[in-house]
């Protein structure tokens, strides 16, 4: 009833349509989760040949540390190692928890429109089946907009999106507004749910793990790389390609579960689709 009070005074005033924050889809090189997989495999395997190649002259290919050199080498080398995988965990925990709030805001976005598609039953037969037909439409652009991969098509269902939620706002506006009863004011709050279910799910999937935070995991991974091809004797060089490719392989998952269309990981709009077959079978009423 918390709606009805809130509402029922001012219904006009009160809701809003939310805010399109769609703007421009910026190019993004993390989007390309098998180019950042090569790029970094080549820029860690080149460091590990590096720090091979700054081995002490004269014996490259059977120089081995001892003494008081190996144990402040081993503490270096264990201190940053240990380092590395502290900023993976934490990382791989970010980009986690970033995928499952945009599932979580999927599952949201479908429940507020399902809700409302209920509660517009409400509104007179005319007005009912006008923002019936408008939620089926609008619905159906939400998992276009969830399924496609290409940015150009991206663009022409984010402005089809907006212009429905335009006229969804209009078909439950007008009819609120011509009769100010506390049950309109409930479907308009139903409706500015629905709206601004849209905005939280794009800003969900903005939402990626800072620059900074993949800065500083190269430039580890590097210094990592260049320790381990340092340790490393001539005879055993082949072993300088496990780490690369460990690392590589690491942050390629990473990149792959933050990003919400490159690659191979992506948030599938079950839940949308789900409710779209529902309603399927009220389409020919």
Not at 192 to 211: H, I, K, M, T
Not at 227 to 256: E, N, Q, T
Request: aromatic letters at 10%; one cysteine or more.
């Amino acid at each position: 009833m918390r709606h009805i009070v809130a509402c029922s005074a001012e219904p006009e005033p009160t809701f809003s349509r939310s805010t399109d924050v769609r703007g421009e889809h910026i190019f993004n090189p993390l989007e390309f989760d098998l180019a950042v997989l090569v790029l970094l495999a080549s820029i860690f395997w080149v460091s590990t040949w590096i720090g091979g190649y700054f081995r002490p002259s004269g014996s490259k290919s059977s120089h081995r540390l001892e003494g008081e050199d190996r144990e402040e080498f081993l503490f270096i080398l264990g201190g940053t190692l240990t380092l590395l995988g502290l900023i993976i965990g934490f990382t791989f925990s970010m980009a986690v928890s970033r995928y499952d709030l945009r599932k979580q805001y999927e599952a949201e976005e479908a429940n507020t429109i399902g809700t409302e598609y209920n509660r517009v039953d409400l509104l007179s037969p005319a007005d009912a089946s006008k923002a019936h037909m408008l939620l089926r439409t609008y619905l159906n652009q939400r998992v276009l907009h969830y399924e496609t991969r290409s940015g150009r098509r991206l663009e022409e269902i984010d402005e089809q999106t907006g212009q429905l939620q335009t006229d969804l706002w209009s078909s439950v506006a007008g009819p609120a507004a011509a009769e100010r009863t506390p049950i309109n004011a409930i479907i308009l709050t139903g409706m500015n749910e629905v709206l601004d279910s849209q905005g939280y799910a794009e800003a969900a999937a903005w939402n990626r793990v800072p620059l900074a935070a993949w800065s500083l995991l190269v430039i580890i991974s590097i210094f990592c790389n260049f320790l381990v091809g340092y340790s490393l004797p001539g005879k055993r060089r082949f072993l300088s390609l496990i780490l690369p490719i460990a690392l590589s392989v690491s942050l390629f998952l990473i990149a792959d579960i933050d990003s919400p269309r490159g690659g191979f990981i992506h948030v599938r709009p079950q839940n949308l689709e789900r409710l779209a077959q529902a309603l399927q079978p009220k389409q020919s009423q």
